[in-house]
């Protein structure tokens, strides 16, 4: 079982049902009943899922090869996944046909946006600055494709809603933040990072200030006169949050067995009680 869990986490299928479920959950917002687009969560998983497995087979590309267990399994299987990702990009093509046309330009804008983003961090020497800004990138970028499926199906978008939008994107570089402390931490780092490159303390600061303003929008969401879907909704941001709080808490032991990744992937799973 654990090798079957483990595999599935390889295959990026964990952070591309994180993305669903994140997107449906938000699309219930603001009162719990909004209607769900299945086709745009479809796309929406496909699309995750392509850019996690292309940008990990970009770079297993790079000489020397990454030795992470994720690069070394995509390096093995790398022509199944070149194909296996070409016929996702079709299938994602075809059904982004059925959606509205906001949502269509919407996607389009993120995606030429993705494709320079994964242009400009696979052309980059491993040492380079610019790799400062692959965390918040990522993390803008992810919950950008989260939020917008919801977003560009409403015409009016409450304050609270908004908020919440602004706490995803917080927990993402949050998470990203984490990982890339982690990373650090274990010695097997393969190329620069954002904790690598910043003074000591300053990521722990960064992750300080975020938990900080996640905190802040939940209780102001909280303590003002919001539905009880967006009240639960924040609840669940804050809790992932938190899970995220206790990992780097007792970090060396999620460092054993990379479980910091299972669990920090895992948070964005949580929104499925919200369904």
């Not at 690598?196 to 200030?209: A, E, K, N, Q, V």
Request: proline fraction near 5%; charge should be positive.
């Amino acid at each position: 079982m654990r090798s079957v869990l483990q595999q599935l986490h390889w295959l990026n299928l964990d952070v591309a049902a994180g993305a669903a479920l994140c997107a449906a959950a938000a699309s219930r917002l603001p009162d719990g009943k909004g209607e769900i687009n299945y086709t745009a969560i479809a796309v929406l998983t496909l699309t995750v899922w392509l850019i996690y497995t292309v940008d990990r087979l970009l770079d297993v590309r790079k000489k020397p090869i990454p030795a992470t267990p994720r690069h070394q399994f995509h390096a093995q299987h790398a022509d199944l996944f070149w194909k296996v990702s070409a016929g996702v990009a079709v299938l994602a093509g075809i059904l982004t046909l059925f959606l509205p046309f906001p949502l269509i330009r919407f996607g389009l804008i993120l995606s030429v946006l993705v494709g320079l983003y994964l242009l400009m961090v696979n052309k980059l020497a491993p040492k380079s600055k610019m790799y400062l800004l692959k965390e918040p990138i990522t993390a803008c970028v992810y919950a950008a494709g989260v939020w917008g499926v919801a977003f560009t199906q409403q015409r009016l978008i409450p304050w609270q809603d908004q908020a919440l939008a602004v706490m995803f994107v917080l927990i993402a570089f949050q998470n990203l933040i984490l990982f890339s402390w982690m990373e650090t931490q274990s010695g097997k780092l393969y190329a620069s990072n954002l904790a690598s490159l910043l003074r000591d303390g300053i990521p722990d600061l960064l992750m300080y200030l975020i938990i900080g303003g996640i905190a802040v929008l939940f209780l102001f969401i909280s303590f003002t006169e919001v539905l009880p879907f967006q009240r639960r909704f924040a609840f669940t941001e804050l809790l992932m949050s938190l899970v995220l709080v206790e990992i780097r808490r007792d970090y060396p032991f999620y460092l054993t067995n990379e479980r910091y990744r299972w669990i920090g992937d895992g948070i964005f799973l949580l929104p499925f009680w919200l369904l």
